[in-house]
């Protein structure tokens, strides 16, 4: 199966998106996946030791309380859908992302654990293949 994933040897690039210690601040409120830059900084790790190429996209803002990123819901989404519709072959790590509580418009409250899943829902098999670190760190070392 390792064939079929992402690796450098096998031409695949490693994108970072946006993970800013701003995601930090208390005012984002409750957060899933806490451990979501432990598992990215592992596939960096083996990214850079197979000699892969690496992008970090970071958002840059003029205005002073923007820091928008990592979320899998908002900048993950958007980056993976653009980058299927640009013709890549698209995967997500769904333990090295992350989003936070959101209010739905009529008030429901919805969980970072229920926005995480829907939004990987949303993009695998039609705008990405969603997979763990696990699964990369495999294919990158096998």
Same mark, same amino acid.
């Given at each position: 199966?390792?064939?079929?994933?992402?690796?450098?040897?096998?031409?695949?690039?490693?994108?970072?998106?946006?993970?800013?210690?701003?995601?930090?601040?208390?005012?984002?409120?409750?957060?899933?996946?806490?451990?979501?830059?432990?598992?990215?900084?592992?596939?960096?790790?083996?990214?850079?030791?197979?000699?892969?190429?690496?992008?970090?996209?970071?958002?840059?803002?003029? =205005?002073?309380?923007?820091? *928008?990123?990592?979320?899998? @819901?908002?900048?993950?989404? !958007?980056?993976?859908?653009? +980058?299927?519709? %640009?013709?890549?072959?698209?995967?997500?790590?769904?333990?090295?992302?992350?989003?936070?509580?959101?209010?739905?418009?009529?008030?429901?409250?919805?969980?970072?654990? =229920?926005?995480?899943?829907? *939004?990987?829902?949303?993009? @695998?098999?039609?705008?990405? !293949?969603?997979?763990?670190? +696990?699964?990369? %760190?495999?294919?990158?070392?096998?």
């Amino acid at each position: 199966m390792t064939a079929d994933l992402p690796s450098p040897s096998a031409g695949a690039v490693l994108v970072l998106v946006d993970f800013q210690q701003g995601f930090d601040d208390p005012s984002w409120g409750t957060r899933n996946n806490p451990d979501a830059e432990v598992r990215a900084a592992d596939l960096l790790g083996a990214w850079r030791r197979a000699g892969g190429p690496v992008v970090h996209v970071r958002h840059d803002s003029t =205005e002073p309380d923007s820091i *928008a990123g990592l979320t899998t @819901d908002h900048c993950v989404s !958007t980056t993976a859908r653009m +980058a299927e519709n %640009l013709g890549f072959e698209t995967w997500v790590v769904s333990d090295a992302t992350a989003t936070f509580d959101r209010e739905a418009p009529d008030g429901i409250h919805l969980p970072a654990a =229920e926005s995480h899943r829907a *939004a990987l829902a949303h993009l @695998d098999g039609e705008f990405a !293949t969603v997979v763990d670190a +696990a699964t990369i %760190l495999d294919a990158v070392e096998a």
